[in-house]
C-alpha cells in the first residue's frame, strides 16, 4: 500500500507554497512513497521511554550585553531585495479582493 | 621555482612568510590554474580574481611593513557557495538566489580574511546542500578530477574537485550528512567535519540547523588541522557554538605524523561490516586498518546497534528542518520573485518563485518535511526519529568508553557516472550511510585517503568524541605516513 497519495502530495505542495504541476505531482507521489516507506522504519525502535534530542549541544538561553553594536543599513538590508520602495520592502497585494 | 600549485597550505605560508615567493605569485598561479583546468572541472560557480589579487598584495604589503603573518597568510582558499561573503555572490547553486551579493561576512570568512588567507571564489555544490553528486546544482555539475564522467561527490563536490584538481589547496565545505566527507573520499582529498557546535554557524545559510557544520577541504591532514584553527573556536552570534577552547588539533596532526599510534584504541562497528559497501572499498578500508595496527594501534569490534536506523532518522530530521529553514525565501527579502504582474497575491507570488527557483531534490525535501511535521504524522515520523536520534547517540557514548576512535569506509562506493542515482532518490541517500551517525551525535570526523579501488579513490572515515577533534587528527595524520596524499592523472589542457 502506498504510503501517500497523489492528492496528499497536492495538499502538501500546497502547504509548503510550491506550485507544483501535474507532471511533477506524479513524480513527487511516486519518490516521496519509496522515501516514506524507508523512513518510516524508524517506527520499528521501541523508544516509548527515550527523551528526544533536538540537539546534540545543550541549549540554554545566553543573553548579550545591552550594548549598542553595528549592524545592517537600511539600505544594505533592502540591497537583495527584489522590489523595494521609500526605504521599505514592496509586496504584491496581500488581500485578495479589490481594494 | 616549482609549481606553487602542488605546495601544501603550510609550505606556502612558511614560503611565503619567508619571502620565498610572494602571496600575489601564489594567488596568480592558482587563477591561471583555475583558467586552464576549470572549464573541464567547473568546481567553481564565481571567481573573484580582482579580489583576490588585491587580498594578496596586502598580504605581500604587511609583509614588507614587517608585520608578523598567521601560518596561513597569503594562501589562497575556495570557498562553498552556501558561505555568505560579502558583495561576492552567494548563490547555494539555486536559482532563487542567482546574484545575490550578501551585504556581511560569515562568521568563518571573517576570520578567513583575518587570518591573511585569500578567497579565490565561490565553489560549486548541490542546491542549498541537499545532494551527494553535484548534480543537483542549478548550474550544472562539477565533474570529478580522477575520472571526467563521473560525480565529484556531493554535497560539496566543488571544493573538493577544486583542491583535488589542484586549483586551491585549501576549500571550506559544509557537513550536515556527510558533505564534506563522502566528496574528500570520492577524490581523494581530506575532508573534515569539525564537532557541531565547534566552527560557527553564523552567516551559513541553513538547511538543517541542528546539523550544519562547516570545516576544511584540503590535501593533507595537517592543512586540515591550521585551517580548522583558523575557522574554530567560540562565536557569541550562532547560538548553539561551545563556549570552549578548541581542542590542541595541530599539535595532535603533528604528533600523528610521527606516525605513532601505539596506545590508541580503534573500533569498528559490528553493524557496518555487513553493510553494502562496494568490494573494492571493503578492501582498501581493510588494508589501512591493518596499516594503523602495524603504526601501534589496537583494533576492537564495538557494537552501536541502532546505527542501522541513523539513515531513515536524518532523512526526517534534515528535511524537516529544511522544509522550515527555506520558508524564508518567500520572494520578499533577497532572490527571485516571479509572476508579479498585479494579477497575483502575494501567496501566489511565493508559490510561483518557488516552483520556479527550487529544484527537484529541494522540493522533494521540502515536502518530506512539511510531511514528517505536519499533525496527525508528527509524533510518528519527526518525534520518533529524535528519540532514535538519542540511542544513535548513547550508541556512540557506550562506543567511546571502549575506545578513543571508531573508523568505517566514508562511503560504501567510489565515484559513479553521473546520471546512475539521480533517477531513485533514496539510492542517492545511501551514499551518507556511513556519515550520517556522527552528524546525529554531533561529534567529529574526517575523511582521509586509503588508497583506490579500480583506479578510484576510497576514504577512510576516522569519528572521534564531542570536542576530541584532535584524536582523529591523530589517528588520520598516522595514516597518511602510510597511505600518502593520492595524486590525479593529469587533466588535458595542462602541464599536469
Known sequence: ????????????????????????LDTFAGQLDVILQAVARVGEVAAADIPPTSHSVPLTNILRDDVVKPGLTRDEALSGAPDAADGRFRVPRILDEEA | MSDVTRATAAELGRMIGAGEVSAEEVTRAH?????????????????????????????????????????????PIAIKDVIATKGVPTTCASKILEGWRPPYDATIMERINAAGMVMLGKTNMDEFAMGSSTEYSAYGPTRNPWDLGRIPGGSGGGSAAAVA????????????????????????????KPTYGGTSRYGLVAFSSSLDTPGPVTRTVLDAALLHEVIGGHDPRDSTSIPAPLPAIVEAARLGATGDLSGVRIGLVR????????????AAVREAIEALVKLGAEVVEVSCPHFEYALPAYYLIAPSEASSNLARFDAVRYGLRVGDDGQHSLEEVMSLTREAGFGPEVKRRIMLGTYALSSGYYEAYYGQAQKVRTLITNDFKAAFEQ???????????????????????????????????????????????????????????IMAPTMADDRMYRVAAALETVIPPLTPPALSGSNS
Open chain 2, 165 to 192: 584538481a589542484y586549483e586551491a589547496p585549501l576549500a571550506i565545505g559544509t557537513d550536515t550528512g556527510g558533505s564534506i566527507r563522502q566528496p574528500g573520499a570520492v577524490t581523494g582529498t581530506v575532508g573534515s
Open chain 2, 403 to 461: 575506545v578513543d576512535v571508531l573508523v568505517s569506509p566514508t562511503t560504501p562506493f567510489v565515484a559513479f557516472p553521473f546520471g546512475s542515482r539521480t533517477s531513485d532518490p533514496y539510492q542517492m541517500y545511501l551514499a551518507d550511510l556511513y556519515t550520517i551517525p556522527t552528524n546525529l551525535y554531533g561529534g567529529p570526523a574526517i575523511s582521509v585517503p586509503a588508497g583506490l579501488s579500480e583506479g578510484l579513490p576510497v576514504g577512510l572515515q
Open chain 2, 31 to 75: 587563477l591561471d590554474r583555475i583558467a586552464a583546468v576549470d572549464g573541464q572541472v567547473h568546481a567553481f560557480l564565481h571567481v573573484d580574481a580582482e579580489g583576490a589579487i588585491a587580498a594578496a598584495r596586502a598580504v605581500d604589503s604587511a609583509r614588507a611593513r614587517g608585520e608578523k603573518l598567521g601560518p596561513l597568510a597569503g594562501v
Open chain 2, 271 to 282: 553493524e557496518f561490516a555487513g553493510e553494502g559497501a562496494e568490494p573494492g572499498v571493503a
Open chain 1, 1 to 24: 500500500m502506498a504510503a501517500i497519495s497523489r492528492e496528499e502530495v497536492a495538499h502538501l505542495a500546497r502547504l509548503a507554497r510550491l506550485a507544483v504541476n501535474e507532471t511533477e
